[in-house]
């Protein structure tokens, strides 16, 4: 038996030096180990880009919390990219992080990086997206993931007076987010689930050839990563929306809705639509719903001026208070506790915790603040008009 365990060490040792750690075969899955971290210890928490507001909070709502507990942190932010996300990863591993919390840019290149991290002797959190195809990820904790595109996709169907009957055709563009993001799926599958039965029907329609098309019969896996963007970046889901706007919407016709399943991606949606149909009206029925996510500052001013309709606010404390948690669990060697779903990355069923988007609108915009996720001055500021 040891003389096996031997062989599998070895293999695993000339595995990873011959660069194939991604592989993450023969990593015994230790969630749950009893191993204990010193007070003071090294903590890691690799963000992916600081060029969206929910990261910057994010991270440092973390760092705050656990420093204030007494340990060291380390906070890094990807830029989006995953090569730099990669080496802000495995220099956490060379300051001995004992945990190391991920908040993917790319949710299967960070794998070797967090298998390094793992080999060390690090406890991997995944936070908020999923780490894909490896065993190197110990727990996992975010939204419920479909809830966001079942809130949109509800949203659009209240409105449109789909359950009363309403037999439109009603013309719809979809959008999804970044097509290296597990969460960008599941958003959708939330979403198309809700919707699909209405383009069976013929009630909802999607004239535009975007992504080849959305059609009835088309498949969360065919289409979600078609009909996506990049980076969730508000400026090619503005090209995206100005092709569409060209190529089906130059005569005057009739947009009734865009699943747009991130403000940023919302924002895009608007510069477009104002830049390439003027006639379009806000407030009227010429405007089109628009969906979104994350309650960020430019959407609290959209859905107060009437340009965007909806998000999809997570409370990211609640987020940072459920990794901290989860982190002290781990360090004083307790059970993990809460992390009672699993999610499944490809290679196992990653524990996780979940916890509840909620629906903003206009009429209960202010719980933003009744929540403490922006203050009532900023608030103030964001909604004067
Ligand atoms: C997050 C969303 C966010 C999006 C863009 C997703 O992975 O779950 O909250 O809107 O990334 O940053």
């Known amino acids: 038996m040891k003389a096996l365990k031997r062989t599998i060490a070895a293999a695993a040792g000339l595995a990873m030096m011959a660069g194939l750690a991604a592989c ?5 899955d230790s969630a749950g180990s009893s191993e204990k971290v010193d007070k003071g210890a090294t903590i890691g928490i690799s963000m992916p880009t600081k060029s969206e507001e929910r990261w ?15 340990y060291k942190v380390i906070l890094s932010f990807a830029d989006d990219k ?3 996300q990669n080496a802000d990863i495995e220099n956490m591993v060379n300051n001995s992080a004992k945990i190391v919390v991920v908040a993917a840019k790319d949710g299967t290149a960070v794998g ?8 060390a002797g690090a406890k991997v959190i995944a936070y908020d997206r999923l780490i894909m195809n490896t065993e190197a990820v110990d727990y996992y904790a975010t939204f419920q993931l479909e809830q966001t595109g079942v809130l949109e996709a509800n949203y659009i169907i209240d409105k449109l007076k789909l359950k009363d009957g309403a ?5 719809i563009e979809l959008f999804t987010g970044s097509p290296d ?3 960008a799926k599941f958003f959708f ?8 039965p209405y383009f069976k029907s013929g009630v909802l329609v999607n004239p535009s050839r975007h992504g080849g098309g959305v059609k009835a019969d088309s498949t969360v896996e065919d289409i979600w990563q078609k009909i996506s963007v990049m980076s969730w970046k508000a400026e090619q889901a503005q090209k995206d929306m100005e092709s569409i706007l060209d190529s089906t919407y130059s005569h005057g016709e009739k947009l009734d809705a865009v699943l747009s399943p991130y403000d940023g991606i919302s924002q895009g949606v608007i510069n477009a639509i104002q830049s390439k149909r003027p006639d379009m009206k806000p407030g009227t029925d010429s405007w089109p719903i628009i969906t979104g996510q994350d309650a960020m500052e430019i959407a609290i001013t959209n859905i107060n001026n009437g340009t965007q309709a909806q998000t999809v606010f997570k409370d990211v404390n609640k987020l940072a ?12 060697g307790k059970e993990v506790t809460g992390a009672d779903k699993t999610y499944n990355n490809g290679t196992k069923d990653v524990k996780s915790k979940l916890l509840d988007p909620v629906s903003i609108t206009k009429d209960n915009l202010s719980d933003l603040v009744d929540a403490g996720y922006v203050t009532q001055d900023r608030f103030d500021q964001l909604t004067k008009s």
């Open 167 to 171: 037999k439109g055709p009603f013309n």
């Open 321 to 332: 208070a459920a990794v901290q948690e989860m982190i002290i669990q781990i360090a004083e």
């Open 82 to 84: 995953p090569a730099q």
């Open 56 to 70: 910057n909070k994010d991270g440092n709502g973390l760092k705050k919390n656990l420093e204030a507990k007494g």
């Open 181 to 183: 993001d597990n969460n």
């Open 189 to 196: 599958k939330g979403a198309w689930e809700l919707l699909q």
């Open 24 to 28: 993450g075969g023969g990593r015994s």
């Open 112 to 119: 070797p990086a967090v298998e390094k991290a793992k080999d």
